[in-house]
């Protein structure tokens, strides 16, 4: 902790190698459990308490329950330290036991409410799916292919199905955003590959459009195409005639009926999550819904 923090613009490996030996660590054990994310789920769980009671950035402070965000000066933990050992006193004066004090403070304090609900049309057969067939818990996404955002959150979809596997399917539905110019034809492209090779095929675009988001022209979607083994001429007719467009814009109707503007979106039984969050914000609503299916 103090060394990282005395450090903190050098924590490159090699940094943290020489850190761990300094500290009599093995280095090759320190390294080892960083390149394979030893103690992830340990830090998840501290971030998915981050997430239950709203904190949003760093450094982040509750001193018996009380919030103090930011930088602040050592004056403002004083004032609050001091003032809580004070009620700390007249507590166990008055017969609290000291082992009991804290969960006494917080008692009254407000708890994490349920996210934003919102009542979608399920998958049908045009939709592209994947995961358990029969799964108790439907994650749609609202998605851009040429939306950064998006792209920052394939991974977590992808950390998604592989803690949850058949628990959760996973639906997708479009949005591309009228100010990303290229972003109706990957679309369109990615619906016709579904369109001829059902989820097998879309899926396959869907990994490729999200590849590489800056290369999204008409050629390369045609590359694309291709690299999947897809009928050309039916490919390009599709887009050149505009063939998906009335679908594509029917997920879009969706999404604006339940008032989701932004991308990425999703929908977990109902519930809501906006932007690339983190995966421990997707595990909590999960497990909600898992728990709330059973």
Not at 21 to 38: D, F, I, N, Q, Y
Not at 100 to 111: C, D, E, R, S, V
Not at 263 to 288: L, M
């Amino acid at each position: 902790h103090d060394k990282l923090f005395s450090n903190h613009r050098a924590l490159e490996d090699f940094d943290l190698e020489r850190y761990a030996r300094e500290l009599g660590m093995s280095p090759s054990a320190t390294m080892e459990a960083v390149r394979k994310e030893k103690h992830a789920d340990v830090i998840d769980v501290d971030m998915n308490l981050a997430e239950q009671v709203e904190v949003r950035g760093t450094p982040h402070s509750f001193i018996n329950g009380r919030r103090l965000s930011g930088s602040q000066p050592i004056t403002k933990f004083e004032a609050i330290i001091d003032e809580e050992i004070g009620k700390a006193k007249a507590l166990v004066r008055a017969g609290i036991p000291a082992t009991g004090l804290y969960a006494h403070l917080i008692k009254n304090g407000k708890t994490a409410g349920p996210p934003d609900k919102k009542t979608i049309p399920g998958p049908s057969a045009h939709t592209p799916t994947r995961g358990g067939k029969t799964a108790k818990v439907t994650l749609t996404m609202f998605t851009d292919f040429q939306c950064p955002f998006c792209g920052r959150a394939v991974d977590t979809i992808k950390q998604v199905e592989k803690t949850y596997g058949k628990k959760v399917r996973i639906a997708f539905r479009h949005k591309p955003l009228s100010f990303h110019k290229q972003a109706m034809g990957a679309h369109e492209a990615a619906a016709e590959a579904f369109r001829q090779g059902g989820n097998d095929k879309f899926w396959g675009m869907y990994e490729l459009l999200f590849a590489d988001q800056k290369s999204l022209d008409r050629q390369t979607l045609e590359a694309h195409a291709r690299t999947l083994g897809l009928d050309m001429r039916a490919f390009r007719r599709a887009l050149d005639s505009g063939r998906h467009k009335k679908a594509i814009e029917k997920d879009i109707d969706i999404s604006d009926d339940v008032d989701i503007s932004g991308t990425p979106a999703f929908v977990i039984n109902g519930y809501v999550i906006s932007g690339a969050q983190p995966f421990s914000k997707f595990r909590r609503v999960i497990d909600r819904a898992l728990g709330e299916a059973r």
